[in-house]
């Protein structure tokens, strides 16, 4: 995250709907009426269906031009369409936008995971043969039910709900993403936190046989990161545990990682292993690297530059030009009130 990126040359050309707005409905149907957690993958994820897909793999996707829609490929026979009779959804309500999805390609195969790589194009190469189950997620510290959670018993706290996010990278792009998942406060709750909960701090797996970047000093491993409780307790931070209405792909932080949408990217920590509610505020690898050029609070703000870059504009990728980047990457209506009184260029 030293340097402003470089486009990829894929990106030029606009990205190809892998998702229509059509096909997108039915995943927020199904999203809605699955009876168990698990229903969503498994009906959208059959086997045969391919996982992360290198770019090799990818290319032999498009070529084909079917099998990109997960939708078709749970539902081949054309069963009845449940979305016909269903009413439309709501759309930019902060859980939606009806921006245009950055394709499925470009949010899998360009990524920022130091973990594997601090190449954005060989995440998905390098990463392809990351085993993330069995997992589990220490949830600790300052509750009243400190608990080690099973992957299995997460994904049972919730129904997943499928959310249209944009997400804005503080090196200057930016992507629009179907995640699936749900907001943290539902883990939180059941940890029932004390009263003397400040913060919450997270942190990813450290194991540098299945994570080769950890064993290189491109960061402080391992990574960690961290909300003001209150920040972690709004609707909108989620906790994903899958895309493009698969599980989530290695790439992406599989098995679960965290969205907090009006943040930069670089707050969403990937695969985590450990969630601890704190008094005081903690640590965070980016800030601990560069203090002067990456905050705790890292909201995102066009008004407060990079010390090396503006932060004025972005690179929607798939896009050509750059748009305008909003405050609090747009969600301001719903989080403005978080930091009221707040000195946002001090506390950046
Ligand atoms: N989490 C971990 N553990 N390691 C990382 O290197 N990179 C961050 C964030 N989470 C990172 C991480 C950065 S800089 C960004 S922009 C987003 O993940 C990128 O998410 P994406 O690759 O799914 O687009």
């Known amino acids: 995250m030293t340097t402003p990126p470089p486009i990829p040359s894929s990106e030029i050309t606009p990205p190809e709907l892998y998702f229509n707005r059509r096909s997108l409905l039915r995943a927020g149907i199904v999203a809605a009426t699955t009876a168990s957690t698990a229903g969503l993958y498994r009906a959208l994820n ?20 079917d099998s990109t829609d997960p939708v078709e490929q749970a539902n081949p026979e054309g069963a009845a369409d449940p979305v016909e009779a269903a009413p439309a959804e709501p759309v930019d309500n902060g859980f939606h936008t009806d921006e245009t999805l950055t394709s499925l390609r470009s949010v899998t195969n360009y990524n920022n995971f130091y973990e594997f790589t601090t190449s954005k194009e060989r995440v998905a190469l390098v990463s392809r043969n990351f085993v993330s189950r069995p997992w589990t997620v220490a949830v600790e510290g300052l509750v009243h039910k400190p608990k080690v959670f099973d992957l299995d018993e997460i994904l049972k706290l919730s129904a997943p709900e499928e959310r249209v996010y944009r997400m804005r990278c503080v090196e200057g792009w930016s992507m629009v993403i179907p995640w699936a998942g749900f907001s943290l406060s539902k883990l939180l709750d059941a940890v029932e936190p004390m009263g003397s909960a400040k913060y919450v701090a997270f942190e990813t797996l450290f194991d540098p046989k299945r994570m080769p970047g950890q064993n290189y000093p491109a960061l402080d491993w391992p990574y960690v990161e961290g909300l003001r409780l209150d920040e972690a307790l709004h609707p909108l931070t989620m906790l994903a545990t899958g895309l493009y209405g698969r599980e989530l792909p290695a790439p992406n932080g599989a ?25 005081n505020q903690p640590p965070t690898s980016w800030n601990v690297t560069a203090p002067g050029e990456y905050g705790f609070y890292s909201n995102v703000n066009p008004d407060v530059a990079h010390p090396r870059w503006s932060q004025a504009t972005e690179q929607r990728i798939g896009e050509s030009g750059r748009r305008k980047t909003l405050m609090f990457n747009g969600y301001g209506e719903q989080v403005a009130q978080l930091y009221t009184g707040m000195d946002l260029r001090r506390n950046f």
């Open 46 to 65: 059959r086997p045969g269906a391919e996982e992360v897909k290198t770019p090799e793999l990818v290319g032999l996707v498009k070529d084909r031009g």
């Open 255 to 279: 098995p679960l990682r965290l969205v907090v949408p009006w943040k930069y990217g670089f707050k969403g920590i990937k695969s985590i292993v450990k969630i601890s509610l704190t008094e």
